[in-house]
């Protein structure tokens, strides 16, 4: 008869295997963030294939097929995308003007307020460019690599997306013959379950951000700011990442527009712009267009949105979510893994809490004063 572990023996073994699991994570994440998004693509392109298969095209020009159309349209996005960066290029020397107007009035707002003088300030910056020219050469070094492996990932996605596709019912029998056969039903529905909370995640997010696309473009259309088209697009990539994207994506918009105009009235404009989209996105798009098989919990979607940036860079940003989708889904089956799975969640509404044990407190007697 086996004792069971103590509670602090539990936690410290739950405790070693996520920081060997994060750790694996980090070592492998040139390996594994290609096969992520390359799974999520597979997920994305699996109707088309199954839609060519029906139609009778054989298996192999189905896959290719359904790939070949995703490159396309992704190749018209990047050209459409690249004319609008190649127009910001050409305006580089009337941004920097603008850029050095607010540069001064900064400087002057110091000195008013701060008492910090021009050459002060000049002294600071000076010492600040003199420390990041002597670090100019290992961070263009890993700049280099990281272009190189970004490249690399790249070439090999849609190889791992084919390869998927094609040994898809392999590795679905392989994960089922994997355990006893008394659990095969259990996986079976697991399975299905992923693929649906995948799938729907995939589409859902491809459409979310089409739609964000589309709104942020309009609006900086109708406010006047240059390439609406090229900032709309690219807020909607930043706001495929929960709570910061959003963030950098205005930051962003707002720094680009101010130094393409030079007005003020234009940061207001772009902060109102995506307060309205930001809002219609929060309670419109995502109930009904992204999440509603899976829900994460706000606390541990940031949390591993920022786990995620810190071991695998902003590819581990973008697949944390689909990630921890999947192990709730994985959690919620498996009873001994369900206080896991409540974890993620935020069905507070199901819970019902235990009562607390009431202490009853005796109460003192008067003494009568004499």
Known sequence: MTTPLPFYAKTALILLML?????????GQYILLPLGFSFLFAVLLRPLEKRLIKWRVPKVIAIFSALLIAIIALAALLILL?????????????????????????????????????????????????????????MITGTLATLSNSIATLLLVPIYVFLFLYYRDLLIRFVTFAFDRKHSEKVAEIIHEIRSVVQHYVTGIMIETACVAVLNSLGLFVLGVPFAILLGVIGAILNMVPYIGGVIAVVLTAIIAYTNTGEASKLVGVLIIHMIVQFIDNHFFVPYLVGSKVKLNALISLLIVLIGGAICGVGGMFLSIPAIAICKVIFDRIDELRPWGLLLGDDTETWTPIPLPTIKVRKRRKIPQR
């Open 19 to 27: 920081w060997l699991l994060l750790y694996g994570i980090y070592l």
């Open 82 to 138: 690249s004319t609008q960066a190649a127009s910001l290029v050409n305006d580089i020397p009337e941004m920097k003007v603008n850029l050095l107007k607010l540069w001064h009035n900064c400087q002057v707002f110091l000195d008013h307020s701060f008492h910090v003088n021009q050459e002060q300030q000049q002294k600071m910056l000076d010492k600040a460019r003199k420390d990041t020219i002597d670090d100019m050469g290992a």
